[in-house]
């Protein structure tokens, strides 16, 4: 399970664009694709532009979205993991 204090990063291989109000992500080597909504795209875009720690992560979609910090920080670990497991993002080593 990942913790508030994972460091997480978008894997390399993992692109994906905005297509039509859903995410598409396409992992290059294994030649999967997946569909995303726009909070899943929004965990994409952070990660790209930085490794963020769940917890922050937490913080950002609190700022954004409507939805309270409780709901976030019980789905965004379950979700991060999802991510990992499909190979779409990766645990940093500090």
């Known amino acids: 399970?990942?913790?508030?204090?994972?460091i997480l990063k978008k894997c390399a291989d993992a692109r994906y664009?905005?297509?039509?109000?859903?995410?598409?992500v396409?992992?290059?080597?294994a030649g999967e694709v997946l569909v995303l909504n726009d909070v899943?795209?929004?965990v994409l875009e952070l990660l790209e532009a930085a490794d963020l720690s769940a917890s922050a992560l937490v913080d950002a979609l609190v700022a954004e979205y409507a939805v309270d910090?409780?709901?976030?920080?019980?789905?965004?670990?379950?979700?991060?993991?999802?991510?990992?497991?499909a190979g779409v993002v990766e645990c940093r080593v500090v």
């Open 17 to 24: 664009r905005n297509v039509g109000g859903e995410g598409i």
């Open 69 to 85: 910090r409780a709901t976030l920080e019980q789905d965004v670990p379950a979700y991060l993991q999802e991510l990992v497991d």
């Open 1 to 6: 399970m990942i913790e508030a204090g994972t």
């Open 40 to 42: 899943g795209v929004r």
């Open 26 to 29: 396409v992992r290059q080597t």
